[in-house]
């Protein structure tokens, strides 16, 4: 009695912190559930209060599970013709994607205990999440929905952006393991060090930059262009204003990353036939909707040229990041590693080129959004131009000498941006 009234109640056998399948699989259904919320609420909402008499709620609950699967970039159709539905509305992406790496969080917190994690749980969590996305692609299976799903790449695309992000999450939730692997390159131009954190760095950098840059692109196009007007004739009753509100609203990283995508000098698409960007601005009819009312009339290069100071500035943020690291390095190892971090942005610039652009039918409207490689590699160019001497100069000026007068005027307001881009 003694012995057992000594023992530790909370280690006394390690089967009572265990889970079972099942309750990690209903966990992965309630996280399912708990993302189509997100998406469920203001749509019934806006049923609840604009009830046509065509409309019932299984419709309603067919356009929920079809903007759902969107918000994972799954493919769908529209209408009889079945014309295709691939334009990704992001700010959907965003919150189904941080409420995914909070459950890998969760999960990766709960096993850090037993020194490893067994994955059983994270499969089973996963599988819960797919029977959801399963149970919604058939919902919307019916050819006369609205939004109608294909199987097999809905449910890939579900599966995909489940598995990056519910692993992501768990990385982080175990304290990110492992390190990232060394660029086989000789020390003379790489450093031993550990560069690639500071290349990573660099690149975050970049991106916020980038986005911030678009952002105010995008708010002098708002100001400067007609957005008010078009919502003014499309919008009518209280069910109406709102229902333009979300679906403008849950557009806007797409807007943004269209609008860094014109501050960086190809522009985008805007249809077959049809471009915009500083160099030139060639439109066709275009869907009469508030986002698009921004876009300029036809003209050639004038001042909206611009807008190149967007990306100059964002290179700058990342030559200062890899700058204040680089006191260690040599002036080979600086620009190699600006270089690198050069060239790793078009492949990440392809791909949210790619994820914020797609179709909303065809023909005319069959493209929409930037040119995934046109995005990706002028953000190289961008940065090749800029980073890489901004990068050397940074460097030079953290290991200069004694500073002379000028030098000391200017130094209070050097170390503040640095202090910002950190």
């Known amino acids: ?12 056998p390690s089967e009572l912190d265990s889970r079972s399948p099942l309750a990690d699989l209903l966990a992965g259904v309630r996280t399912a559930l708990l993302t189509l919320s997100v998406v469920a609420v203001p749509v019934f909402g806006l049923w609840v209060l604009a009830p046509y008499g065509d409309d ?56 850090r205990g037993r020194g490893f994690v067994r994955w059983r749980s994270p499969l089973a969590m996963y599988a819960g999440y797919q029977l959801v996305a399963a149970a919604a692609v058939a919902q919307c299976a019916d050819p006369e929905a609205a939004l109608c799903s294909r199987a097999v790449p809905d449910l890939l695309a579900v599966a995909a952006l489940t598995a990056g992000t519910l692993g992501y999450g768990l990385w982080v939730g175990l304290g990110r393991p492992g390190q990232l692997p060394r660029l086989p390159l000789p020390e003379a131009l790489w450093p031993s060090d550990g560069a690639e954190p500071v290349a990573l760095r ?13 952002g105010a692109v995008f708010l002098a196009a708002v100001l400067l262009g007609s957005a008010g007007q078009s919502a003014q004739r499309l919008g009518g009753d209280t069910a109406g204003w709102l229902g333009l509100l979300l679906a403008c609203l ?134 090749l131009a800029v980073a890489v001497p901004g990068a050397l100069l940074a460097r030079w000026w953290h290991t200069r000498g004694g500073p002379g007068p000028v030098v000391r005027v200017r130094a209070g307001a050097y170390r503040l941006v640095c202090r910002l881009a950190a």
């Open 1 to 12: 009695m003694t012995q057992l009234m000594g023992r530790p109640i909370l280690g006394l």
């Open 250 to 383: 849950a557009l806007v990283p797409n807007a943004l990353l269209w609008s860094a995508g014109y501050a960086l000098g190809p522009g985008f698409t805007v249809g077959a036939g049809s471009h915009a960007g500083p160099l030139g601005t060639r439109l066709g009819a275009v869907p009469d909707f508030p986002l698009l009312a921004v876009l300029p009339e036809r003209r050639g290069a004038d001042w909206h040229l611009l807008v190149g100071a967007a990306p100059a500035a964002a290179a700058v943020v990342a030559a200062l990041l890899l700058g204040r690291a680089a006191t260690r390095w040599s002036i080979p190892q600086t620009a190699v590693v600006a270089a690198v971090t050069a060239l790793a942005a078009a492949p990440l610039g392809m791909l949210a080129g790619w994820s914020c652009g797609g179709a909303l039918g065809v023909r005319r409207m069959s493209e929409l959004g930037p040119v995934p490689w046109q995005f990706g590699l002028a953000q190289s160019a961008w940065l």
């Open 56 to 111: 019932s709620a299984q419709g309603a609950a067919g356009t929920a599970f079809g903007l759902w699967l969107l918000g994972h970039g799954a493919p769908l159709a529209r209408g009889p013709e079945a014309a295709p539905v691939t334009i990704t509305p992001l700010l959907l992406t965003v919150v189904i994607s941080v409420l995914l790496v909070r459950a890998g969080r969760r999960l990766a917190q709960r096993a």
């Open 202 to 214: 660099a690149l975050a950098g970049w991106g916020a930059a980038l986005l911030a840059g678009g």
